[in-house]
Nanobody
Framework: QVQLVESGGGLVQAGGSLRLSCAAS????????MGWFRQAPGKEREFVAS????????YSADSVKDRFTISRDYAKKMVYLQMNNLKPEDTAVYYC????????????WGQGTQVTVSS
């Protein structure tokens, strides 16, 4: 069982940066794949980035590639999303999620943190 709590959202101007944090609890955090998703008003939730259990394998959506970086700190049980050069279209609620490496679906979700980018 993994519990996830996001923080770090807020209001930022276009071109600015934010770092989202996700605090995880649970003994099995180290072996879980972790991801960030987002959902804008009136749109479906979409994948943003993920990181494997080894902390090396990362994947990002084309829309955020070269701007967003996902990372994890095993000792602190934290997952981060560094977001640079933010655009108004990045405005959304961002969710941290975790999944067992043997499963294809993300089983654990945080409550979300709002990111608003003004033009």
């Amino acid at each position: 069982q993994v519990q996830l709590v996001e923080s770090g959202g807020g209001l930022v101007q276009a071109g600015g940066s934010l770092r989202l944090s996700c605090a995880a609890s649970g003994r099995t955090f180290g072996r879980y794949f972790m991801g960030w998703f987002r959902q804008a008003p009136g749109k479906e939730r979409e994948f943003v980035a993920s990181i494997g259990w080894n902390g090396v394998s990362t994947y990002s959506a084309d829309s955020v590639k070269d701007r967003f970086t996902i990372s994890r700190d095993y000792a602190k049980k934290m997952v981060y999303l560094q977001m640079n050069n933010l655009k108004p279209e990045d405005t959304a609620v961002y969710y941290c999620a975790g999944r067992d490496p043997l499963r294809s679906d993300y089983d654990y979700w945080g409550q979300g943190t709002q990111v608003t980018v003004s033009s």
